[in-house]
T-cell receptor, first 114, second 109 residues
Framework: ETGVTQTPRHLVMGMTNKKSLKCEQH?????MYWYKQSAKKPLELMFV???????ENNSVPSRFSPECPNSSHLFLHLHTLQPEDSALYLC?????????????FGPGTRLTVT | GQNIDQPTEMTATEGAIVQINCTYQ??????LFWYQQHAGEAPTFLSY??LDGLEEKGRFSSFLSRSKGYSYLLLKELQMKDSASYLC??????????WGAGTKLIIKP
């Protein structure tokens, strides 16, 4: 595997379910990001990790819980979601936290909350 | 507030040239990115401009004017595979990355 991978690619869940999204980067990068992408809206940055430490949490509801067990893996744990949480969730990584470095994105998880 | 504006959708013809504009109002400036995103796929890096002027990479060029808060992405000799969304993003003075909503480009034969 190369680049950034995400699983699952598609997820349908009810509002009472608990599920997790997984991201893995094979680039040796130090920074990882979770984004939410909704139709016709800018990417929304949710969480930022640097070397497994959470450095940004952008007012994300507590029903989204990130986890970064090591610098290559990132999870997003989901519970009691709302229909408005349906979106494409993108994981990205970059060499450092410096936002002048390009970010490498995974293909995303298309989440539908019913 | 910080804002990035780009057209929602554009249509162009195969073989032609198209220019996608991006204007920004941010607290400071530390660079501007263009990414390409095909439907259902990951955004991929196209270009990064930090100084004024035009940078060319094959069929794609990106222009920046910092004084005008303006950039464009120029695509030449359009191919059907260029049908995608094009995302503009600016790094502000706090090194936060501000994203535009993207421009969906439709290429017609």
């Amino acid at each position: 595997e190369t680049g950034v991978t995400q699983t699952p690619r598609h997820l349908v869940m009810g509002m009472t379910n608990k599920k997790s999204l997984k991201c893995e980067q094979h680039l040796g990068h130090n920074a990882m990001y979770w984004y939410k992408q909704s139709a016709k809206k800018p990417l929304e940055l949710m969480f930022v990790y640097s070397l497994e430490e959470r450095v940004e949490n952008n007012s994300v509801p507590s029903r989204f819980s990130p986890e970064c067990p090591n610098s290559s893996h990132l999870f997003l744990h989901l519970h009691t979601l709302q229909p408005e949480d349906s979106a494409l969730y993108l994981c990205a990584s970059s060499q450092t936290l410096d936002r002048t470095y390009e970010q490498y994105f995974g293909p995303g998880t298309r989440l539908t909350v019913t | 507030g910080q804002n990035i504006d780009q057209p929602t959708e554009m249509t162009a013809t195969e073989g032609a040239i198209v220019q996608i504009n991006c204007t920004y109002q941010t607290s400071g400036f530390n660079g501007l990115f263009w990414y390409q995103q095909h439907a259902g796929e990951a955004p991929t890096f196209l270009s990064y401009n930090v100084l004024d002027g035009l940078e060319e990479k094959g069929r794609f060029s990106s222009f920046l004017s910092r004084s005008k808060g303006y950039s464009y992405l120029l695509l030449k000799e359009l191919q059907m595979k260029d049908s995608a969304s094009y995302l503009c993003a600016v790094t502000d003075s706090n090194y936060q990355l501000i994203w535009g909503a993207g421009t969906k480009l439709i290429i017609k034969p």
